[in-house]
């Protein structure tokens, strides 16, 4: 990894050290193969480290708060370096998104949509468009409006046909509406993308560190009458 080889250079440069979270949060949502343990744990200790080395770059609070929030699930630690980080620049798109994220885990869903509705109007054509319009799907889930959730998930899709953390939450979202022949072709778009996935894998992913228990268990049953194997 091109990262790793910038830290050999300087083992002390904070963007290269909060890039490795971002892209293990990235492979998550996207990765042929699975964020093995040690990777995420290694990922979580550098997003630490930067907080007080990068605590002045936008980029590194941002990156480093989703991954504290996403693969450590320490939502209050990841709010005060989005904090920081809107201090130093309120027009930050990405920041704002992860900012929705963070209120999702507390369960503040409408503000979450608020935070990522602004992140839209500020990069309207942002290529990471796809965390602004799944970070609503996801409160609206969290509220409890499936149906909303579900066009903001299909939003997503239709931009991205391949994104497993939105197909995954369509299977489990039609399921939840009874659209089952609907939720059984996004298991089998998953299980293309990523043979390996099952109900307990995902219990374990990075968005089930912003589900609360309730919302988890009802996640994983939309999946098993998807057809999501088991284990």
Not at 3 to 20: C, F, V
Not at 92 to 120: H, K, N, P, T, Y
Not at 135 to 146: K, P, T, Y
Request: charged residues 25%; glycine residues 6%; aromatic residues 4%.
């Amino acid at each position: 990894m091109l990262l790793k080889q910038a830290l050999a250079i300087d083992p002390n440069y904070a963007p290269a050290k909060a890039a490795i979270g971002w892209f293990r949060v990235h492979e998550a949502a996207h990765g042929r193969n699975p964020v093995s343990e040690p990777d995420a744990a290694e990922a979580v200790a550098l997003a630490r480290q930067t907080l007080e080395t990068g605590k002045d770059d936008l980029d590194v609070l941002w990156m480093a708060a989703s991954t504290l929030l996403l693969l450590a699930g320490e939502p209050d630690v990841a709010a005060s370096a989005i904090d920081r980080a809107l201090m130093l620049n309120p027009n930050a798109a990405l920041a704002w998104a992860v900012r929705g994220f963070v209120l999702s885990r507390r369960g503040q869903s409408d503000a979450a949509i608020e935070a990522c509705e602004r992140a839209m109007r500020l990069s309207p054509l942002d290529p990471l468009r796809r965390v602004f319009t799944m970070g609503i799907g996801l409160a609206h889930q969290i509220a409890g409006r499936d149906e909303e959730a579900l066009g903001w998930v299909e939003q997503t899709l239709h931009a991205e046909p391949g994104y497993v953390t939105a197909l995954r939450a369509k299977a489990a979202l039609c399921a939840e509406l009874d659209r089952i022949e609907e939720a059984r072709a996004a298991v089998r778009q998953l299980l293309e993308a990523q043979p390996w996935h099952t109900v307990a894998r995902s219990q374990r992913g990075a968005l089930s560190r912003i589900y609360g228990p309730e919302l988890a268990a009802k996640n994983a049953n939309g999946l098993r009458k998807a057809g999501l194997p088991e284990e």
